[in-house]
């Protein structure tokens, strides 16, 4: 089970770090990368998406802030950097060379 749980991590490293990089000002708040995680197939609930959020922020590739219960959540340049293949995130799934 846990091999299946790291997986499920790292994929939703990807999805969180790959929907802010598609964003103008690369950010998103939490409940709108809750359901781009879903539509994903990635439906463990708000509490495992900040957790990976929360690991996203310690490896430098995303910041967070709170405003009114919800995180505002910004890629840094490492983390976009991830999303569009120039550098690679131990632990988090790599985005396939098609896009």
């Not at 770090?17 to 964003?23: F, H, I, P, S, V």
């Not at 879903?38 to 430098?60: A, P, Q, T, Y």
Request: charged share 25%.
């Amino acid at each position: 089970m846990s091999d299946f749980l790291d997986i499920m991590r790292q994929h939703a490293r990807l999805i969180v770090l790959r929907a802010l990089a598609a964003e103008p000002n690369y950010s998103h708040n939490d409940g709108m990368l809750l359901d781009i995680a879903k539509s994903f197939s990635v439906d463990r609930g708000r509490d495992f998406l900040r957790n990976e959020i929360r690991w996203l922020e310690n490896v430098g590739a995303v910041t967070v802030r709170e405003l009114g219960g919800a995180w505002i959540v910004t890629a840094t340049q490492r983390g976009v950097d991830h999303a569009e293949r120039r550098i690679v995130l131990e632990g988090v799934r790599r985005p396939s060379a098609g896009g």
